[in-house]
């Protein structure tokens, strides 16, 4: 299977990678924003949390399917297949009249999200050779941090001055342009030939995924169902690798996967997810309830970790040049654990900045690291797996995403259990699960005092996972003049 992609419109095929990835990116803040306003018209607050986690489990799942369908087929169809299939749960779930109807139409919405980010990095990768691939994963990079800023403000305004639907209906005309552009500019040619689809290992993989994820997100559930979600992935996981070691066209090819280079940057890309994770669901309810600060400030440190990741990415292909990949991997590696020891020394008297310095440091090694990684995958294999080595770091990130709110969780627990000697754990629940719970901290220092030593905790599990990204990146295997050629004159950029 091979196939080429025409170069000639590459500007107009990358504004059009904008706005699916500008649809996407702004839905998970513009959809936090509006739900207490959601809830309060259809009810159902016991669902809440399943409205975010249908969407990811969907997105989570599909995302190898469509890697490897793109592959299959090329990347145009799978890419509009994809957006259709979002615009279509959008517009129905603008329409929703329960939170089980939301819940069901944004689980849609996942299933068709899964296809945008993996497909279109992919596109990336067919379209410009190594050097130049940074610089476009940068505007990438960069409409990640914007729609983070933009995503809660046009929730707010939606809310306050339409009908909350407006938040999904919104997505269909930049859909729609979307797909307008990926049919006049995306041109590609794929030799077609006779395939058989593992529908079986794909069914498989999602049931063994999606109780691996809910099993992860569902801690509080009781013991009887958290063993039948174990029960569940460990055998449809087992022959789900018994279906792909025999399946002529497998959904995930086990010697891929298995390779030295893609299993060593997915098992950096999976640690990095965990320790970013952490930091962002941690550092700031420390602001907030051990400093004393306003929301406002707390949004300030992790919206350094926003300004440093497509700073990183922007800035990665000069640092190609200049220093080659494998240098230019390791030193953002570097960044992780630098920017973690920040954290190690907050105290309930320290200043945000420090907290936002590490939070900048740790944004700017994630950026190095992601796109140094995806690079690496993409020219490792040919166009016919490129698509399913793409869809491997992305799976890996957010894997490692769901299992570093897990485990820091479940830290915060046990630490505030220990700490608080049990009233103070009890007392300090208490106070949590008040509307006004986290400015009410500073007034009580000794409960204050639990939440700090149980955050401090966290802390120390962000910091041993970012030791281990830095020291998983040294076992990538890359040459020390990778990365290092300049673009050949007169050739076309973006």
Same mark, same amino acid.
């Given at each position: ?128 050779? @190594?050097? +130049?691939?940074?610089?476009?994963? $940068?505007? !990438? #990079?960069?409409?990640? /941090?914007?729609?983070?800023? *933009? =995503?809660? &403000? ?61 099993? @992860?997100? +569902?801690?509080?559930?009781?013991? $009887?169902? !958290? #063993?039948?979600?174990? /029960?569940?992935?460990?055998? *449809? =996981?087992? &022959? ?61 440190? @992790? ?192």
């Amino acid at each position: 299977m091979s196939g080429t992609v025409d170069k000639t419109k590459r500007p107009l095929i990358v504004a059009s990678i904008v706005l699916a990835t500008f649809m996407v990116a702004i839905e998970a803040t513009i959809v936090a924003t509006a739900m207490p306003r959601i809830v309060g018209q259809l009810g159902g607050f016991t669902y809440y949390s399943w409205v975010f986690s249908a969407f990811l489990l969907a997105q989570s799942t599909t995302t190898v399917i469509y890697g490897k369908l793109s592959d299959v087929f090329g990347r145009k169809p799978i890419l509009i297949c994809g957006i259709a299939i979002f615009l279509i749960a959008s517009a129905l779930a603008g329409f929703a009249w329960s939170m089980a109807s939301l819940i069901g139409f944004r689980l849609l919405q996942g299933i068709g999200a899964g296809a945008i980010q993996p497909v279109t990095m992919t596109v990336v990768g067919d379209l410009y050779r @190594l050097e +130049e691939r940074a610089k476009v994963q $940068g505007v !990438l #990079a960069s409409v990640w /941090a914007v729609s983070a800023v *933009t =995503g809660p &403000l046009a929730g707010g305004v939606i809310v306050d001055n339409f009908s909350w639907g407006w938040i999904f209906w919104i997505n269909v005309p930049i859909g729609v342009l979307t797909i307008i552009g990926f049919i006049l500019f995306l041109h590609e040619s794929v030799d077609r030939r006779k395939v058989r689809i593992d529908y079986l290992g794909t069914l498989l993989f999602s049931v063994a995924i999606v109780s691996l994820l809910i099993m @992860l997100t +569902e801690t509080d559930a009781g013991f $009887g169902i !958290l #063993a039948g979600l174990a /029960a569940i992935f460990c055998t *449809t =996981g087992t &022959l789900f690798f018994v279906q792909e070691r025999r399946a002529p066209e497998p959904i995930i090819s086990i010697a891929l996967w298995s390779e030295r280079l893609i299993a060593t940057s997915n098992t950096a890309t999976l640690l990095a997810g965990m320790t970013l994770i952490g930091l962002t669901t941690v550092l700031p309810i420390y602001v907030q309830g051990v400093l004393g600060r306003s929301p406002l400030v707390a949004g300030f440190t @992790l919206t350094m970790l926003i300004v440093g990741w497509p700073l990183a990415v922007m800035l990665s292909s000069h640092f190609f040049r200049i220093f080659g990949i494998r240098n230019t991997l390791r030193t953002g590696s570097l960044m992780f654990p630098l920017g973690a020891a920040f954290l190690l020394f907050l105290t309930p008297d320290s200043n945000p900045v420090s907290a936002g310095v590490g939070s900048f440091l740790m944004g700017f090694g994630m950026g190095l690291v992601s796109i140094t990684s995806v690079v690496l995958v993409q020219e490792s294999v040919e166009w016919s797996m490129r698509g399913s080595a793409t869809a491997s770091i992305i799976f890996s990130r957010s894997l490692g995403n769901t299992l570093g709110a897990t485990a820091l969780g479940a830290i915060l627990n046990v630490g505030i259990m220990h700490f608080g000697s049990g009233d103070l754990a009890a007392k300090l629940h208490d106070v949590l699960n008040q509307p006004a719970g986290l400015a009410g901290l500073a007034t009580t220092p000794a409960i204050r005092s639990v939440f700090h030593s149980a955050l401090h905790w966290t802390f120390w599990g962000v910091f041993v996972v970012a030791i281990l990204t830095f020291a998983t990146t040294w076992l990538i295997p890359v040459s020390r003049e990778a990365g290092r050629k300049s673009p050949k004159a007169g050739q076309e950029t973006i």
